[in-house]
């Protein structure tokens, strides 16, 4: 697979950033909206990550999603000893087969986030996420791009490594994660790590704005 073109192949993976601690829930600051779309093939495992994180279930007879389907998630992130943001992530699951495409691809517009994902297990599918993020990134090319590999828990059948994996998402600019959605790890973690990233951006964004406005 070819490296995706990006403005910003130096960037580091993250791994680590805020976890929700429910001890300073009396302090919490405004809360954060964020559109995050999820992107990959069909049956990679977009709605049982979704379903994990929004209602902590696992369906092994959970059925493609047809066209788009919605979801909340409030996140909260500690960004210091005694605050914390709330966050409220709109998690939309898109179609994986190439007869909606067009429909799933416009929902890229206005997201902050675009996760794109593969099955460790299934080589089409990581060759597949060249098409994914050539679409987010010719739709919105300075978005939030985090590459996941799923279906951990099959470790044994593995066809792609977590390094060839890894290595391609530092070429698109983005982070990488694997999760299980069937034995629910590395799901919260994923994330918690978005939420946080986002409130990043954000906060960034804001103080380079005021900066602007104060130099005007």
Known sequence: MGNCSTNNK??????SHTIHTPRYANNVDNMCFFKIVMA???????????TRISLNEFNLQTKSTIGVDFHTKIVKTQI????????????WDTAGQDRYRAITSSYYRNASCVIAMFSIVDKS???GLARWINEVKTECP??????VGTKKDLEHKRQ???????QYAISCGADYFEISALEDKGCNELINNVASLLII??????RNSTQIMLED
Not at 160 to 166: C, D, F, N, R
């Open 10 to 15: 130096n960037r580091q993976i993250r791994t």
């Open 40 to 50: 990959g093939n069909s049956t990679v495992g977009k709605t049982s990550f979704v």
């Open 80 to 91: 210091a000893s005694n605050k914390i943001i709330e966050s409220k992530l709109q998690i």
């Open 125 to 127: 599918s990581f060759d």
């Open 142 to 147: 300075d978005i939030l791009l985090v590459v």
């Open 160 to 166: 792609i490594s977590s390094e060839v994996a890894q």
């Open 201 to 206: 951006q954000k906060r960034i964004s804001q």
